[in-house]
């Protein structure tokens, strides 16, 4: 049986402002301020038949009083109900394959899965030496399914200190206009030391199965008949910290219709 997941396209305008939309949205709660941007690509599809897509998603976190960050424990991107995920015929990787690995070790054991890339900045606290800033790339990796529920694994390969993280993204259904949502919380083993400040992750690849080309991410840009194009709510983020906070922020996107 195939696993299907909806993923983005509903509410229909007309297209304008569309550079404001490129940029990130903002949102703060006392001293917190947290960002969210993403997009998908190409922006211009069929308004009737599903295309392949990359989707990205990113944001930042911090302080307007440049006092030290709250450790960021979930990060939810929950993205509109239209569209669609399809895995059927795609490896998967587990965690045991990439944790501990190096990001090349990574890549050779599990290249046929590899369905996204990015970045992440950590600040980096080890009680040794003072805080300390690490920029590092992100793999995922089309997971297996625990408790019914499809996973998208996230390894991060840090140089210093020498190690990876992987974080295991679950995808869930949910009702409503945001219907799937993609969480993932800090591993334990992170909690001592990494705190989490910038991601930015894309996801999308085509692969052959039973002499098909299939898609990870599809997407249709749902126009009604007469207009070229759609404003949609794309997705939004709920960012958890250590202190209980949660602060969450949406975004508007656009589509273009092709035919």
């Not at 917190?32 to 009737?48: A, M, T, Y």
């Not at 239209?82 to 490896?91: A, F, H, Q, T, V």
């Not at 992170?190 to 098909?212: H, I, N, P, V």
């Not at 949609?232 to 209980?244: C, I």
Request: glycine fraction near 8%.
């Amino acid at each position: 049986m195939s696993r299907v997941l909806r993923l983005c396209l509903l509410t229909v305008v007309a297209v304008g402002a569309v550079a404001a939309l490129a940029q990130a949205e903002l949102n703060r709660k006392g001293d917190l301020i947290v960002s969210f941007q993403g997009e998908i690509s190409p922006s211009k599809l069929p308004r009737n038949k599903a295309m392949p897509v990359s989707v990205r998603v990113a944001g930042n976190v911090k302080t307007s009083n440049g006092l030290r960050l709250p450790q960021l424990r979930t990060i939810a991107v929950a993205i509109n109900r239209s569209g669609r995920l399809y895995d059927k015929g795609l490896p998967t990787c587990k965690v045991a394959s990439i944790q501990p690995a190096t990001e090349e070790v990574a890549k050779k054991r599990c290249a046929s899965s590899i369905v996204g890339s990015g970045h992440v900045t950590l600040v980096v606290r080890l009680p040794s030496q003072g805080d300390y800033i690490s920029r590092n790339n992100l793999l995922a990796f089309n997971g297996p399914h625990r408790d019914g529920q499809k996973l998208i694994l996230a390894q991060i390969y840090s140089k210093n200190p020498p190690g990876a993280i992987v974080l295991t993204f679950a995808v869930k259904r949910s009702k409503g206009l945001y219907g799937n949502v993609i969480e993932t919380t800090l591993p334990d083993y992170a909690e001592s030391w990494a705190y989490l400040t910038q991601f930015d992750m894309t996801l999308g690849r085509t692969y052959t199965y039973r002499g098909k080309e299939r898609s990870f991410v599809s997407a249709s840009c749902a126009a009604p008949a007469g207009f070229p194009g759609a404003l949609f709510p794309f997705a939004k983020a709920s960012y958890e910290f250590s202190t209980g906070d949660v602060v969450t922020t949406k975004i508007m996107r656009h589509c273009k219709v092709s035919e």
